[in-house]
């Protein structure tokens, strides 16, 4: 009879942590804000008025930087059509907003920036 609970145990607790690592499709995104140190010098860098965006692979961050006066934008980052993250703040003068992909799912992100209502960034991201 212990065996049989010990066994059940188990097989819940190793079915628990499978599902979570497996099933679980929600991205965790952290939030910064930074300062502008030169140029970003990564890949996949999209303009919109004064407003740029970039990706660093390396860090898995989102990098929304403004070289212009303040500006106001929304961010919303979709994973296979659903939406993850959606934010609204104002980028200033010479700063930037991060987005650090804390998640461990790779994959394709679908990331759309709009600048005060009138233009916008899109771009496909891969997290690997």
């Known amino acids: 009879m212990k065996k049989i609970f010990i066994v059940v ?7 628990s ?3 979570k690592s497996y099933g ?19 890949k ?14 390396v860090t898995n961050t989102i990098i929304i930087a403004n070289d212009g006066g ?6 919303q980052i979709y994973k296979d059509g659903v939406l993850v993250y959606a934010d609204c703040d104002n980028v200033g003068k010479g700063s930037s907003l991060n987005y650090i992909m804390t998640d461990e799912e790779s994959g ?12 916008s960034i899109e771009t496909t991201i891969t997290n690997e």
């Open 9 to 15: 145990f188990v097989g819940i607790f190793i079915m």
């Open 17 to 19: 942590q499978l599902c």
């Open 24 to 42: 679980s499709i929600e991205a965790e995104i952290e939030k910064t804000h930074g300062d502008l140190v030169g140029s970003s010098g990564n």
């Open 44 to 57: 996949n860098t999209h303009k919109s008025d004064s407003i740029s965006m970039s990706y660093d692979n």
């Open 70 to 75: 303040d500006k106001d934008v929304d961010v």
């Open 108 to 119: 394709d992100y679908y990331v759309r920036v709009d600048v005060e209502g009138r233009g």
